[in-house]
């Protein structure tokens, strides 16, 4: 397993559970000496878990290349950020140059890239890479195949096992195998006709996600201005049993998904066919522009009470794009901390999932005494382990983008 993160680890673990030995690889030794000790960084993972993984024998973590001798399957889960707008796959192709360098000749092994990527990604970079550096021909000495990563980091329901994956192949061969590794290790496997409609259906997941929260998102502040309350006229809606699923506003997108795999797919569109595909950079706009929409609404909160932002004390709930994880890539309230500080307040933050990961102004808890202590309470991430009825209780002012459902005249919906 060639990365060990929010993707890497839960598959790694259900390999082992399924009866796989496992090299977990990472270049990163910090998460290397973790895994040995066994002692998790991932939510979903927690550490009495690894350790019985540890403790198997069947799980090696390192940060040493050569441990990939030998292999059968290589699953690629590594990073694909975007770098001034434009994919960068540098992580895709570093990791296939030292793979390829372990493919071997008549030993039929399988590589499959479960990296999020624009389509064309697999056949068109990953394997002319192996090629290259293993001197083989794919489909031929060995086995190559994509299945989309479906992780949501703090789903208690739908887990790695249990959701459905979908697997693709660069020939028939390449796909029986590809199958029948996933099989082990997961409840249902959904096959696809080829490389490039399995790339392109996990882009058009989060696509769908980031174009409907875009919606609401706009929507939420024509309401406002309207003086109709967006939030029951949402309920409203949701009670249609057909054709229509309901989508809430926050305070914009986060994670590696939502704000990087729809731009993935413009990107790629306009190259190749060269048309914007304008849903997804309209939805990028508005999406991207919601932290500042928070700010200012935070501010004209304030200003209702004839306080400025200028040296105001603000208490931020979350840091976490999602509620219930510890995962806070671009997350949204990067951008609010940010901007808040920028303009003269002071911030502090609770989110027991992110703190002790060394970020400023981010701590566990905060005493119950001092909250009254705030000039206003701000609620980004709705964490299940806050006690909402408390805080808008003790708090002067709430401005909340969650809907938490404890509604005061001193509280403000997004």
Known sequence: MAGQGYVGLPLAVEAVRAGHVVVGYDVDERKIASLERGTSYIADIDSETLSEIVRTGRYTPSSHCREMKGFDVAIITVPTPLRDGDPDLSHIESVA??????????????VVLESTTY?????????????????????????????????????GTWSFRNTPKIVSGLRDECLRRVAEFYGSVCDDVVTARGLEEAELAKVMENTFRHV???????????????????????????????????????????????????????????????????FVETANEINRAQPRYVVERLTRLLNSRRMPVNGAKVLMYGYAYKKDSSDHRESPAIEIHALLKALGATVDVVDSFVAGQGIEDVQGAIGPD?????????????????DYEKVVRDSKLVLDTRNVGCAADHVELL
């Not at 389509?119 to 000495?141: C, N, Q």
């Not at 989508?247 to 939502?258: K, N, R």
């Not at 705030?374 to 806050?386: R, W």
Request: glycine share 10%; with cysteine.
């Open 119 to 155: 389509p064309g990604t697999t056949r068109d970079v990953l394997v002319p890479i192996l090629e290259r550096v293993s001197k083989l021909t794919a489909g031929v000495d060995f086995h190559v195949g994509f299945s989309p990563e479906r992780i949501d980091p703090g789903n």
């Open 97 to 110: 140059e030292t793979v390829g360098r372990f493919l071997e000749r008549g030993r039929r092994q399988t």
């Open 212 to 278: 409907n929260i875009a919606l609401v998102n706009e929507l939420a502040a024509f309401a406002d201005e309207l003086g109709i309350d967006v939030w029951h006229t949402l309920d409203l809606a949701a009670t249609k049993p057909f054709g229509y699923m309901k989508f809430t506003p926050g305070p914009g997108v986060g994670g590696h998904c939502l704000p990087i795999d729809p731009a993935y797919l413009a990107w790629h569109v306009k190259k190749q066919v060269g048309r914007p595909f304008r």
């Open 370 to 386: 001092r909250i009254s202590q705030y000039d206003v309470a701000l609620i980004v991430t709705d964490h299940s382990d806050i």
